[in-house]
Each structure stands twice: as structure tokens, then as C-alpha cells.
């Protein structure tokens, strides 16, 4: 019975064992099935990696950018194989070194507080436990090439944390210089065109030769920096060039330029160049044209020759030089130089034809003034002669012939009015017409205007209404050409109404006072009214007018207007008449001649 128990309990011992041993070996299938399942995921994490590393190694070598891998202090740890290509150095120049040993001495203390900056606040992130770290903002900068050539760059990093916890950073450079290349160029052509612009303005001021070669030379030597330039014109009469403007020169040393001729011979080579060329450049001294004496005493060490031209006649040459610097003009200096060339060109050309016109002006005047005197001398003598027959003293006379003299009486008048508003206008356009200014009472001035003109209007038929509004200012004008206004403006009414009414309405308006002229006429055609106070017209065509006269009248009324310093305005409705209003100052201001006296017509 004692064996049997033994057995027994050898037996569940056993059994014990064998259980024990089947869970250890479950567990060690289950263990390295993990295993295996860690392997695969292990060998399937490094091929992703693998497979990344490359794209990275790839993406960074056939990018335009380049990366660098930095420490925080700012040395190089490695870099991209493209820097070398776009920098020319080689790593071993580089490797633990300063980033910022290269880059430009403008530019590298803001890039060193910019990265200083961005470290710092990477730090204290790090310690609040910010595992993200942003990009930093980009910098621009220039950066040396090994061959010495200015880069610009743009720049931008992000921190990582290497595996042992190591703080570093990675930077991506771009190479913008061709960018910034163009805008430098844009910014260029802007300035050039504002430079320009600035010239033009001046250059167009004035149309009096004489200003414009004064502000031509002092504009050409202030925009090109240099310390002289001269204008030197074509004479065809001394078969030369000869100075008539200069910019730098004391009185002594101009006086000794001005009657330099030079021949045409004496430019050379230069103006062979200036043909098909707008500037010239002729660098250091010797080559000068001037006298040898000459050009020492003025110490000219480099030219730059503009070409004038009149179409393609060349009628000038503008000079810019250097006094005591070798230094040859700048690309830029040449376009401005090139740019006031053909400003300058145009801006004589423009004084030639205004100065042209203005001659002409002056002979047609001259000659107007000299027919009109001419022809009022005889005239007199006829309406004089005319006279003494209407008064029968040559005998007495028939009704027939009384009828006759005064109709030669009607028309002898008219023509010596004609030639009265033609001496005016001769008058006006040589400024031979002074003011004689006085204080006057406007209402005064009107009762003398109506008794001057009661024969015309008894004569006329129309019904007059004369109004003048009380307490009017006292005017500080010239009278004589007041009333000329006025009884032009009043002629004129008479003469384009056949029938109805003329009223005269004198006013206060503003600082002065406004005297309306309104008639019951036909009335003015729209397309007329834009010309209608020009010389010689009158509103009709030559030939289905029915009115005489030239069409003097009213371009009289606004030229002594402007001396008045007055303005003139019409309203007209075809079919129902015309209403002319001028407005005269309480007094005429100084410069008031050269103010526009006709104001945009109403209808």
C-alpha cells in the first residue's frame, strides 16, 4: 500500500512537469513569433527609411536650394554637395567654421541678431517642453563667392534634436542674385525715367532759347555729377561751333570761351560717332577739344559730347566734363546723358517754331498797324471833304445828292471804324497799348456810354433799356478801354438785331462788378460759340453772311479784358438771342495781362 501512494504521487509530479513545460513552450512560440513580427516591422521601418533617406538625398541634390546642417553656435556640421557648385568652396574650407565669416559687412550683424534671436527663442521653448519647432522667418543677405563675386541669398532654418538629444539646425539657401539683379535693374529704369521726367519739366518751362540752354547746361552737369558743361550751336554764318551757354565756368574763364569758333573739322572721329550715336564719351585729357591753353586753365579731365539735332541735322553738341578726376561717366550717367539729348533736341526745336510764330505775329501786326494808319489819313480827309459838302458850303445841295453824301458818310464811318478796331488789335499784339488807370463811377461811365451811342440807337429802331443797380463800388480801371468794351459789345448787338430789343444791366458781382449786353437777335449757332472772340470771326460763313465787318470786335473786347484783368461770357439760344456778360475787378491787379479773359461759353 506504501508503493502504491509513492507512485501516486510520482506520477502527479510528473504531470506537473509536463504542464509546465508545454506553457514554457507556448510562451516561447509566442515569443518569437513577436520577435519575428518586430523583424518584419523593423526591416519594413528601415526600408521606409531607406526609401526617405534617398528621396531627401535626391530632393537636396537636385533642388536650386541648398541645405546646411549647423550648430547652434553658428559653425558648419555638413552640407549639401550643390553648395560647393554654387559657391566654390570646398568642404574642408568650410567644415567648422563660421557661417557668418562670408557674408557681407552690411549685411552680417542683422543676419547674427536675426539667428541670435531665433536661438533663443528655440532654447526657451525647449524648456517650456515644446517638442514643435517653427520655421524661422527668412533672411537676405549677400554672401562671398570664392572667386570674390557679391551672392544674395535667402535664407530660412528650423531646429531638430539629433538622437542623442543634441540640438541643431538645418538652413535652406536660395540664390536670388538674378532676382535681385532685376530689380535692381527695374529700380534703375525707374530712377532714370524719374531723372528724366524731372529734366523734361524743366526743359519745357520756357520757350525763350536763352532759359532753355541755361537750365539745358546747369541740369546736364547737376544729373550727371559733373563740374562743367557747355552748349556749343552750329553757326552757319562763321561755319563753326561756337559756345552760347556754359555751367561752371567763372566770368573770366566763360568770357575766354564764348569767342572760341570751332570748326567742323576740329570734332574728328567725334562727330562721325555722333551721327548714328546720341552721347560720346572722351576719356582723360589730351583729347579735348578746346585749346591746349584753354583746357588746362579749366582743368578738363574727361568729356562726355551730346548730340542737338534738328531731325537728323545735327545743330548742337552739349558737353558734361570732369575737372581733376580721371573717372570715366557711369552706364547710368550715359543713359540720362543720352535721355537729355533728345529732351534738349526737342525743347530747342520747340523755342525755334514758337519764336518763329512769334516773329510772324509781330510782322502781321506791324503791317496791320502801319495799312491801318496809312489808310486813316486819307480817309479823314474824305469825311472831312464830305462834311463841308453836307454843310452846303460848296453851295447848296438837292435832296438826291444830300441822300448821296450821307450814305458816303454811313460808309466812311463804318470803314474808319474797321480800321479803328484794326490799329487796336495791332496795338494789342505788340503790347503798344498802355493802362491809364483811374477811379471811376461805373454809373457815371454808363451815362456818357448811352449819350456816345444815342444815334445808333435812334438809328437802329430796337428799344434800349438802360439798368443800373444802385450803390455800386467805385471801379479802379482804365475808362477809355471800358467804354471800348462796351460799345463794342453794343455795336454788336445792334448790328446782328433787326428787330425787338437791347438791354444794358450793370450789376454788383463778387469783387467787382458784371455789366450784361442782351439783345433779341437771332442768336448764336453752338458750333460758333468757341470762335466767335477769335480775330476774323464772326459766327457766319464768308459767303451767306449778312452782316459787314471782319469780325474784329469781339476779339478786341477780350484782349482789353485781359488788360482790365476782366473775364467775358455769352449765353445764346438759337431763335431767341444773346446774352453777353463781362465781369470788370473793384480794381486791376498787377499781372493781370497775362490772365485769359474768355471763360468757357454757355448756351
Given amino acids: 500500500m506504501g508503493r502504491t501512494v509513492g507512485l501516486g504521487t510520482a506520477m502527479e509530479d510528473k504531470n506537473k512537469t509536463t504542464k509546465q513545460l508545454i506553457k514554457e513552450a507556448e510562451s516561447l512560440r509566442r515569443q518569437l513569433a513577436e520577435l519575428k513580427a518586430l523583424d518584419s516591422e523593423r526591416k519594413r521601418v528601415e526600408e521606409a527609411l531607406r526609401e526617405s533617406e534617398e528621396r531627401y538625398r535626391m530632393l537636396v541634390e537636385q533642388t536650386y536650394d541648398f541645405v546646411v546642417e549647423t550648430s547652434l553656435d553658428g559653425r558648419f556640421l555638413q552640407f549639401s554637395p550643390d553648395y560647393q557648385e554654387v559657391l566654390g568652396y570646398e568642404p574642408d574650407e568650410l567644415l567648422g567654421r563660421s557661417i557668418f ?31 514643435k519647432f517653427s520655421s524661422s522667418p527668412a533672411f537676405v543677405y549677400r554672401y562671398r563667392h570664392k572667386s570674390g563675386e557679391w551672392r544674395w541669398f535667402e535664407t530660412t532654418g528650423r531646429p531638430f534634436l539629433t538622437a542623442t538629444g543634441e540640438m541643431r539646425g538645418i538652413i535652406v539657401s536660395r540664390d536670388i542674385t538674378e532676382r535681385k539683379r532685376a530689380e535692381g535693374a527695374l529700380q534703375e529704369e525707374a530712377a532714370i525715367s524719374s531723372t528724366l521726367v524731372r529734366v523734361g519739366r524743366e526743359m519745357i518751362a520756357s520757350l525763350d532759347t536763352p532759359t532753355i540752354l541755361h537750365h539745358l547746361c546747369q541740369l546736364t552737369a547737376g544729373e550727371l555729377e559733373c563740374e562743367c558743361s557747355h552748349t ?54 589730351g583729347q579735348d577739344l578746346l585749346p591746349p591753353a584753354l583746357a588746362k586753365q579749366l582743368g578738363m579731365t574727361a568729356s562726355l559730347y551730346l548730340v542737338l539735332r534738328r531731325g537728323e541735322a545735327i545743330i548742337g553738341i552739349q558737353t558734361a566734363g570732369h575737372r581733376g578726376r580721371p573717372e570715366s561717366f557711369t552706364l547710368r550717367q550715359r543713359r540720362i546723358a543720352q535721355g537729355i539729348a533728345q529732351i534738349a533736341s526737342m525743347a530747342l526745336e520747340n523755342a525755334r517754331l514758337f519764336e518763329q510764330a512769334e516773329s510772324a505775329n509781330r510782322l502781321k501786326s506791324d503791317f496791320l498797324a502801319t495799312m491801318s494808319h496809312e489808310l486813316r489819313t486819307p480817309l479823314n480827309i474824305i469825311m472831312g471833304y464830305n462834311e463841308l459838302l453836307l454843310d452846303e458850303g460848296y453851295g447848296s445841295l438837292t435832296a438826291e445828292q444830300t441822300d448821296i453824301l450821307k450814305r458816303m458818310e454811313r460808309s466812311a464811318r463804318a470803314l474808319r471804324e474797321l480800321i479803328d478796331a484794326t490799329l487796336d488789335v495791332g496795338r494789342l499784339e505788340t503790347g503798344r497799348l498802355p493802362l491809364d488807370l483811374k477811379k471811376i463811377v461805373i454809373a457815371e461811365l454808363i451815362e456818357e456810354l448811352q449819350g456816345e451811342t444815342r444815334d445808333l440807337q435812334e438809328r437802329s429802331g430796337l428799344a434800349f433799356t438802360w439798368r ?32 425787338g430789343s ?11 462788378v458784371e455789366i450784361a449786353v442782351a439783345d433779341t437777335d437771332t442768336g448764336i449757332a453752338p458750333e460758333a460759340l468757341p470762335v466767335i472772340f477769335e480775330p476774323f470771326g464772326q459766327g457766319e460763313k464768308l459767303l451767306t453772311r449778312r452782316h459787314s465787318g471782319v469780325g474784329l470786335g469781339l476779339y478786341v473786347v477780350r484782349r482789353m479784358l485781359e488788360l482790365l484783368g476782366g473775364t467775358i461770357t455769352v449765353a445764346s439760344t438759337v431763335g431767341q438771342g444773346s446774352t453777353f456778360r463781362v465781369w470788370i475787378p473793384l480794381a486791376v491787379a498787377d499781372g493781370s495781362r497775362a490772365r485769359r479773359a474768355v471763360r468757357t461759353p454757355s448756351r
Fill in 502 to 512: 437791347v438791354t444794358v444791366h450793370v450789376r454788383a458781382r463778387g469783387p467787382g
Fill in 101 to 131: 565669416e562670408h557674408i557681407h559687412l552690411d549685411d552680417v550683424s542683422t543676419v547674427i541678431a536675426d539667428f541670435e534671436d531665433e536661438v533663443s527663442t528655440v532654447i526657451a521653448d525647449f524648456e517650456k517642453g515644446r517638442e
Fill in 232 to 285: 556749343l550751336l552750329w553757326q552757319p554764318d562763321k561755319d563753326a561751333y561756337m559756345p552760347v551757354a556754359g555751367w561752371g565756368e567763372t566770368a573770366e574763364q566763360w568770357e575766354a570761351l564764348r569767342v572760341l569758333q570751332i570748326p567742323r573739322e576740329a570734332f574728328g572721329e567725334i562727330l562721325a560717332h555722333l551721327e548714328g550715336e546720341e552721347v560720346v564719351e572722351v576719356p582723360p585729357a
Fill in 468 to 499: 443800373v443797380a444802385p450803390a455800386l463800388p467805385p471801379l479802379y480801371t482804365d475808362p477809355t478801354k471800358l467804354k471800348v468794351v462796351l460799345k463794342n459789345l453794343v455795336g454788336n448787338a445792334v448790328k446782328f438785331t433787326e428787330e
